[in-house]
Nanobody, 126 residues
Framework: QVQLVESGGGLVQAGGSLRLSCAAS????????MGWFRQASGKEREFVAA????????YYADSVKGRFTISRDNAKNTVYLEMLSRKPEDTAVYYC???????????????????WGQGAQVTVSS
């Protein structure tokens, strides 16, 4: 079993940078593809970014492409989401997720991820 814990969220101003972390425990996730998703109040959960298990391939939603960067440190069993140029519409609960089945690439589909964190609230004020 894998436990994922997000950290680094909070109330921030538009612009500037913020980094979310997702620490895994229970098992190593170095062989798992990892993803970040978010859910704004009253909306469905949506894909944000994903990274292959080796870190060589990354994928982004159009809404965050060029502003957010996903990365991973397999030695620390941790995945990161660097958020630059934050906008009020980035306000949401951000979830980290692990896909143990994917050997190549990473998925943008919620149903492909077996393990989820509890989420971290990010509120961007204008």
């Amino acid at each position: 079993q894998v436990q994922l814990v997000e950290s680094g969220g909070g109330l921030v101003q538009a612009g500037g940078s913020l980094r979310l972390s997702c620490a895994a425990s229970g098992r190593t996730v170095r062989s798992y593809a990892m993803g970040w998703f978010r859910q704004a109040s009253g909306k469905e959960r949506e894909f944000v970014a994903a990274i292959s298990r080796g870190g060589g391939s990354t994928y982004y939603a159009d809404s965050v492409k060029g502003r957010f960067t996903i990365s991973r440190d397999n030695a620390k069993n941790t995945v990161y989401l660097e958020m630059l140029s934050r906008k009020p519409e980035d306000t949401a609960v951000y979830y980290c997720a692990a896909d143990p089945e994917r050997s190549l690439g990473a998925s943008a589909y919620i149903s492909d991820y077996d393990y989820w964190g509890q989420g971290a609230q990010v509120t961007v004020s204008s």
